[in-house]
């Protein structure tokens, strides 16, 4: 079987037993596959509580790089699997692009993750200048309060908060279209942003 | 030929060597091998938004000894060929929005989902699998149907989406495209590939309704 049909066929994550299922072979033919793909970097396995192999299978592996939800995979205790792919190579992407990323992506688990790397950022100078470029300073300072509210964080730079935090000109705006918090309207006054999550969504924290 | 790790190199390469930053869309062969459907292409192909992208780009792959080639020799005569670039075996094909006979529209513009960005100044999306089609039946090439087959075997295509984009190449001012694209379709059936019946004749209506507005056109232009 052709390298590329293999890979398209048993793209995500499989073990031999869905690999046999797929392509209808035997065991020992499953781990052929398997080890055919391996071979052209395309495979990466993982190890289940119980010892069985899983395998992640796909492009990507070969291609390498970086993608945002890798990092913030990395920090935070809700992890994220998406089909979106935005890898990036050349370079390690920072913690502060990770946030402006995940802010942008208007997506509720990908934004609750994400609040996690207030925990290591530190150049407030570059997630200032990020947050500028996106329109984002007020989402990013009200994200930081109510981090600060569940975990421990780095603190913001006095610079930052002046710079971004509401004015009386200043309309309200969403982090995500349409979503308000009930258990945060403090947050939202001082920033004049709606938060999309209340306190039972950020159990995940505690 | 290039290889997916040769590719990668080179366009970190040239990523390094950019002095703005772009964003650009990957199609054909370079689109297909970042989708997993292809190990090596003979071209890279790239569609910019605008001059000014496609320059930046140039002076970057000149800087890496690229020299300019006539499109015609690949490309025959037609309208929209790329600006070319090759070195030893490798070959930049640089497109603006028009790709010989259909346009890089907004809705595949937001149709590629998928991002690759090469240090800080490169970022390439890369061409649905659709539109990859699409754009394969504007080359009269061998090679090209074949990709196309490759595509279609392997992925799950959805032909209203492929009918949809023909008629918005239509509305954009291209009126081949759906006679091109049937053309195209009745070519990989000889293949022996499984192209729904439907889909063909969705775009026969779309032709024969064309053919129908110009006559009236042309009989009201005549009185």
């Known amino acids: 079987m052709q390298k590329t049909i293999l890979l398209q066929k048993l793209s995500g994550i499989q073990t031999i037993e869905s690999v046999r299922d797929i392509l209808h072979v035997s065991k020992p033919m499953a781990i052929y596959y398997i080890h055919r793909l391996r071979k052209n970097g395309y495979v990466k396995t993982r190890r289940q509580s119980n010892n069985h192999r899983v395998y992640s299978i796909s492009i990507d592996n070969k291609l390498g790089g970086k993608s945002y939800f890798d990092i913030i995979n990395m920090y935070s205790p809700i992890k994220i699997s998406t089909s979106v792919t935005y890898q990036i190579y050349g370079k390690e992407p920072g913690l502060e692009e990770a946030l402006s990323y995940a802010i942008k992506t208007r997506s509720l688990r990908t934004i609750l993750a994400s609040l996690a790397l207030f925990k290591k950022i530190s150049n407030w100078t570059r997630l200032y200048n990020l947050a500028k470029e996106n329109h984002i300073e007020r989402q990013v300072g009200a994200l930081y309060d109510l981090s600060k509210k569940i975990m421990k964080v780095r603190r913001m730079t ?4 002046n710079y971004s ?5 200043y309309r309200f705006e969403y982090v995500i279209p349409g979503l308000k918090s009930r258990d945060f309207v403090d947050i ?10 209340n306190k039972a969504d950020l159990d995940g924290f505690l | 030929m290039i290889t997916i790790d040769q590719q990668q190199r080179l366009l970190f390469n040239v990523a390094r060597r950019l002095k703005e930053k772009i964003t650009a869309y990957a199609v054909g062969g370079t689109a ?7 190990d090596a292409t003979l071209d890279i192909d790239i569609v910019f938004e605008n001059e000014k992208d496609r320059n930046t780009f140039k002076e970057a792959i000149k800087s890496l000894g690229y020299l300019e080639m006539n499109a015609i020799k ?3 005569v037609k309208r929209n060929t790329p600006e070319m670039f090759t070195l030893d075996e490798e070959r930049f094909d640089l497109f603006v929005i028009e790709v010989i006979d259909f346009i890089f529209s907004p809705t595949m513009r937001k149709r590629a989902e998928q991002i690759h960005q090469f240090g ?5 999306k890369i061409a649905d699998p659709h539109d990859i089609i699409l754009m394969k039946c504007a080359t009269d090439r061998l090679k090209d149907k074949d990709d196309a087959r490759k595509i279609i075997n392997l992925t799950k295509i959805n032909w209203d989406i492929i009918v949809e984009e023909a008629r918005e190449q239509i509305y954009l001012g291209k009126e081949r495209a759906a006679f091109d694209l049937g053309y195209f379709l009745e070519d990989l059936i000889k293949m022996d590939l499984d192209i729904p019946q439907q889909m063909l004749d969705k ?10 507005s110009k006559k009236s056109k042309s009989h009201s232009e005549e009185k």
């Open chain 1, 158 to 161: 006095k610079r930052f908060r």
């Open chain 2, 120 to 124: 800080d100044k490169l970022i390439l």
């Open chain 2, 74 to 76: 690949v490309y025959g």
């Open chain 1, 188 to 197: 939202e006054k001082a920033w004049k942003v709606y938060l999309p999550f």
């Open chain 2, 203 to 212: 775009l026969f209506d779309i032709v024969e309704k064309q053919a129908k």
């Open chain 1, 165 to 169: 935090l509401s004015q009386k000109k």
């Open chain 2, 32 to 38: 297909m091998m970042f989708l997993g459907f292809k």
